[in-house]
């Protein structure tokens, strides 16, 4: 996630900004530069890779005044480089930029028949191309500053400077931006942590808010101008906890942090009112010939796989063929030349999938990836690329990615329902409504968080745990059972529930308790009897369900409600108090959360 950082005050801003980007780098972060007003100039510098690459540069170089602007990237529009790198000058403006531009492209399209040039392949180049424009003619900075921002749809936090101008501006509208109140000094930054050694106050920005900071002062306003007062606030975090945004561990923060992610993989994809889907650079082959599709990924990502396989088969009414990436390199199975093969994984560094790319590449199929992390081997060698815009994810065990891939499926389905004829723009319409609520029923299941916590202290002790959950919420409770295996080390098994009577229900005693993920669809009856089955044998249940079930909560051990939502957004919702669960037993286990024993990040080896 990019990172940004501005000082206006009396000592010297370079060394304060390369020490607050350090604090920074736990956001992850690709390339990283650096922007100083001095001697009526901002003078710029940029480097793809870290930090310390970025201080190595201009260590030894004159780089000497008292406001700048830093920034850490990681890449959402144009790969790593440092052409790509923030900060952005265009003429006399020097922008640094965090979030999407959704507009970004028909702007880029208007202001290049104004005559404009382009030099980076990013969304953020317009910002100081369109400041530019309005002072071309005749607004002052700050003036330009606000209708330019009037243009843009999306997501931002920006930092401003002009040459020859002492005036820092900033704004923000959906993400985060603060500003730190020091003595003699003003700084802005992302987040708390890469600040909070200089100060303990802090200005909370809200969207729309603009900071215009001069002459050692500071005021606020709206977008047209008007001033509106923000509370000063003192914040009493340590470092280590300011670093993971206050809470404990990154797995939490990324976990609650998925109302946002999912906000930002949908940005500029989907259009409502018109019932579409957009993608950028796909270059598909002719979908009208695709007979079967492929989805091949390791863990998590492969479950997300058989979820698109369920949306994808019950709408597009094409065979889809699910396959663990280090099964699918080596048996050779049987493409077609017209079949399309997906390619799922957060890192895009994982060498089973990589490998997997590699053979259908090698008979000469086009391989479309999704992936989140921008310029990574799977990204850049397969013919076309979704990128799930969840932001790093720094927690081993994968969360936010999960959540983003599966959007990414149920987008990637409407778009091809449309281009085949089986869906009709308000089949899409209908579907995307209900798409964009999830970030809102996603933060009312966090809100419920305590719950789930409850639950998951008083049965940790147990040993092993059995999930049961059907269709579309099969791959969630194998996904639930990852994740509480892999964080808190206790045994649990995924089964799909109509399978417990064969051979499962042998497990069942009071030392085996199960979680049931079942919403009231075709089949929850039929779960409601495999409850009833393991009730009489002892078992504890816990029942994750979308209302409340009158008959059956006297009988389990708990009910929680997850939101309702069509059958095939279930999932997104469903998997997230399996995450809680899994994450508040590890926790009150005391495991290691974020980097569990034994696994690693990104499985680049075999
Ligand atoms: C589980 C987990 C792993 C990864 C798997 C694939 O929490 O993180 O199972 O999902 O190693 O990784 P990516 O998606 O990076 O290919």
């Known amino acids: 996630m990019c990172g940004i950082v501005g000082y206006h005050g009396r000592e010297g801003a370079r060394d304060i900004l390369i020490d607050a980007l350090r604090r920074l780098e736990y956001r992850g972060y690709d390339s990283a530069g650096i922007a100083i007003s001095q001697d009526g100039s901002v003078k710029i510098a940029r480097k793809q890779g870290k930090v310390s690459d970025l201080w190595n540069a201009i260590c030894n170089e004159n780089f000497e005044g008292s406001m700048g602007l830093a920034h850490t990237r990681w890449a959402t529009h144009g790969v790593p480089s440092e052409r790509n790198a923030h900060p952005h000058k265009v003429g006399d403006i020097t922008v640094v930029h965090?979030?999407?531009i959704e507009n970004y492209l028909e702007l880029k399209e208007s202001l290049k028949q104004d005559g404009r040039t382009?030099?980076?392949?990013?969304d953020t180049e317009v910002i100081p191309h369109l400041i530019v424009n309005y002072l071309?003619?005749?607004?002052?900075?700050?003036?330009?500053?606000?209708?330019?921002?009037?243009?843009?749809?999306?997501?931002?936090a920006i930092g401003v400077m002009r040459d020859g101008s002492d005036t820092m501006i900033a704004a923000k509208k959906e993400s985060p931006l603060l500003v730190g109140v020091g003595k003699d000094e003003f700084m802005i930054a992302s987040d708390a942590p890469a600040i909070i050694n200089r100060t303990n106050s802090f200005i909370f920005l809200e969207d729309n808010d603009i900071v215009i900071i001069?002459?050692?002062?500071?005021?606020?306003?709206?977008?047209?101008?008007?001033?509106?007062?923000?509370?000063?606030?003192?914040?009493?975090?340590?470092?280590?906890?300011a670093e993971k945004g206050g809470y404990r561990h990154f797995?939490?923060?990324?976990?609650?942090?998925?109302?946002?992610?999912?906000?930002?993989?949908?940005?500029?994809?989907?259009?409502?009112?018109?019932?579409?889907?957009?993608f950028e650079d796909l270059n598909l082959p002719d979908v009208s010939k695709i007979r079967k599709i492929w989805m091949v990924a390791c863990g998590t990502s492969y479950h997300a796989c058989l979820i698109g396989k369920n949306m994808f088969e019950a709408n597009l009414r094409i065979p889809v063929e699910t396959d663990i990436a280090s099964e699918f390199r080596y048996r050779d199975p049987i493409l077609d030349k017209d079949d399309l093969v997906i390619l799922v994984s957060q890192s895009g560094e994982t060498a089973d999938t990589i490998a997997a790319m590699k053979e259908v590449k090698k008979k000469g199929l086009y391989t479309l990836a999704i992936c989140n992390v921008l310029g990574s081997t799977l990204s850049r060698d397969s013919h076309g690329v979704i990128y799930t815009h969840a932001g790093p994810e720094i927690g081993v065990a994968s969360t936010k990615a999960f959540t983003t891939q599966i959007s990414v499926f149920f987008m990637l389905m409407l778009y091809l329902g449309k281009l085949r004829g089986v869906l009709d723009g308000d089949d899409v319409r209908r579907h995307l409504t209900e798409l964009k609520k999830l970030p809102h029923h996603i933060?009312?299941?966090?809100?419920?968080?305590?719950?789930?916590?409850?639950?998951a202290q008083a049965n940790m002790h147990y040993g092993h745990f059995l999930y049961l959950g059907r269709g579309i919420n099969f791959p969630t409770v194998l996904e639930g059972a990852l994740k509480l295996k892999e964080i808190s080390y206790i045994h649990a098994e995924a089964y799909a529930a109509g399978e417990m009577k064969h051979g499962?229900?042998?497990?069942?005693?009071?030392?085996m308790p199960i979680v049931v993920v079942s919403p009231k669809d075709q089949t929850y009856k039929k779960t409601c009897s495999n409850i009833e089955e393991v009730i009489t044998r002892r078992g504890k249940v816990f029942l994750f369900t979308d209302s409340f079930d009158h008959d059956m909560a006297p009988k389990v051990n708990a009910v929680f409600v997850i939101p309702e939502t069509i059958y095939e957004l279930q999932p997104i919702l469903s998997i997230v108090p399996l995450q809680l669960m899994a994450y508040y037993m590890a926790n009150h286990l005391g495991t290691d959360v974020d980097q569990p024993r034994n696994l690693a990040k990104s499985v680049t080896v075999e």
């Open 443 to 455: 933060t009312a299941i966090l809100k419920s968080s305590a719950a789930i916590e409850e639950i």
């Open 504 to 511: 499962p229900i042998a497990l069942i005693d009071e030392n």
């Open 98 to 100: 965090n979030g999407i």
């Open 136 to 156: 071309d003619k005749g607004s002052d900075f700050e003036e330009a500053v606000r209708l330019a921002l009037k243009r843009l749809k999306g997501s931002y």
């Open 214 to 241: 001069t002459n050692g002062e500071m005021r606020i306003t709206d977008f047209d101008g008007a001033a509106v007062n923000r509370e000063i606030k003192t914040v009493q975090w340590t470092g280590a906890m």
């Open 251 to 278: 797995m939490l923060k990324e976990i609650f942090e998925q109302p946002r992610a999912l906000t930002e993989t949908l940005i500029g994809r989907i259009r409502e009112e018109e019932g579409d889907v957009v």
């Open 118 to 122: 382009f030099v980076s392949d990013t």
